[in-house]
Nanobody
Framework: QVQLMESGGGLVQAGGSLGLPCAASGSAFKLNGVGWYRQAPGKQRELVASISESGNTNYADSVKGRFTISRDNAKDTVFLQMNSLKPEDTAVYYC?????????????????WGQGTQVTVSS
């Protein structure tokens, strides 16, 4: 019902920066809490940053001071700015959002995932 689309991934050298937008599309919905996850081959998917409806943010220890998550509610978009990238940041990055969908009978809450975008940091 609501589609999330990540973009902005690519290849960057260590110390560089990338910005990852996550845009939600659809109708009759509200984008609530949003998290950015990443998953490297052979590793468990991990939460790297999240932002609440009110704009409160949390970060994994590994990215604190380097990543910034923000949101533009008018555009239904969440943005992850990644600075001072390290090879250890290499992973597929996924956007996950808590969605309220306003059906004809009652609001329905569910979680939606984007398709992922590859981030590769070379040393």
């Amino acid at each position: 019902q609501v589609q999330l689309m990540e973009s902005g991934g690519g290849l960057v050298q260590a110390g560089g920066s990338l910005g990852l937008p996550c845009a939600a599309s659809g109708s009759a919905f509200k984008l609530n809490g949003v998290g950015w996850y990443r998953q490297a081959p052979g590793k468990q998917r991990e939460l790297v940053a999240s932002i609440s409806e009110s704009g409160n943010t949390n970060y994994a220890d590994s990215v604190k001071g380097r990543f910034t998550i923000s949101r533009d509610n008018a555009k239904d978009t969440v943005f992850l700015q990644m600075n001072s990238l390290k090879p250890e940041d290499t992973a597929v990055y996924y956007c996950n959002a808590e969605i309220t969908y306003y059906s004809q009978h009652y609001p329905v809450e569910y979680a939606a995932w984007g398709q992922g975008t590859q981030v590769t940091v070379s040393s």
